[in-house]
């Protein structure tokens, strides 16, 4: 019919356990985290990417918080307060406390 739109998901590969974290995350193959409470930048191996999530591996833990959208201003070693955003991507959003 005239005028009907259709989407397609092609998958091109599947990788079993592999980590995901939000492509909104992964920089320059670096992703920042919160482990005890303040900020630590990782260097990751990314695989697959994907428009909502990314493959990465390396430094990186499966229970590592991380920042879903980091600032470019942040700094390694500050203290953070964590918020969780979803479950499902185990995302969290970062505000310096500036200690």
Do not use: C, H, Y
């Not at 995901?20 to 409470?37: E, F, I, T, Y």
């Not at 260097?43 to 909502?52: A, H």
């Amino acid at each position: 019919m005239i005028g009907m739109t259709a989407e397609v998901n092609v998958v091109t590969a599947q990788k079993p356990n592999a980590l995901l974290a939000p492509s909104s995350a992964v920089k320059s193959a670096r992703v920042w985290v919160v482990r005890d409470g303040r900020l630590v930048q990782l260097t990751v191996q990314v695989g697959i990417k994907g428009r909502e999530r990314t493959e990465v591996s390396g430094e990186i833990k499966d229970d590592d918080l991380i920042v879903v959208e980091p600032l470019q201003d942040l700094q390694a070693g500050k203290r953070v307060r964590v918020r969780v955003q979803s479950q499902s991507g185990a995302a969290a959003a970062a505000g310096q406390t500036g200690r």
